[in-house]
């Protein structure tokens, strides 16, 4: 489960950042949409499948409500599930205490 979610936690930062650094700039500046297109329904399924992972964490975990918010709030922003995965999970896939 850890590693699954880490995976995804990565996956959905990728292409929030591919979203936001590559296909807006050439949907709206150069006037071409297709990649938007492709990397925003990729970045859809990836956010939801980090949510649904979350939520499952927290509750096989029996994390808080508080820290999901933490989990889920990281996700709208940008970096924010690189941090995640960084604060809460280590390396070698052992949960960090906080």
Same mark, same amino acid.
Do not use: D
């Given at each position: 489960?850890? %590693?699954?979610?880490?995976?995804?936690?990565?996956?959905?930062?990728?292409?929030? !950042?591919?979203?936001?650094?590559?296909?807006? %700039?050439?949907?709206? *500046?150069?006037?071409? %949409?297709?990649?938007?297109?492709?990397?925003?329904?990729?970045?859809?399924?990836?956010?939801?499948?980090?949510?649904?992972?979350?939520?499952?964490?927290?509750?096989? !975990?029996? *994390?808080?409500?508080?820290? =999901?918010?933490?989990? =889920?709030?990281?996700?709208?922003? %940008?970096?924010?599930?690189?941090?995640?995965?960084?604060?809460?999970?280590?390396?070698?896939?052992?949960?960090?205490?906080?």
């Amino acid at each position: 489960m850890i %590693p699954l979610f880490r995976a995804i936690a990565i996956a959905e930062g990728i292409s929030f !950042l591919l979203l936001m650094g590559f296909s807006m %700039p050439l949907k709206y *500046w150069a006037g071409i %949409p297709e990649p938007n297109i492709y990397i925003g329904y990729a970045h859809g399924v990836l956010f939801i499948a980090y949510a649904l992972m979350a939520i499952w964490v927290c509750y096989e !975990l029996k *994390w808080s409500f508080k820290r =999901f918010l933490i989990l =889920f709030v990281a996700s709208l922003l %940008p970096f924010g599930t690189f941090y995640i995965e960084q604060k809460y999970f280590h390396k070698s896939g052992k949960l960090a205490r906080g």
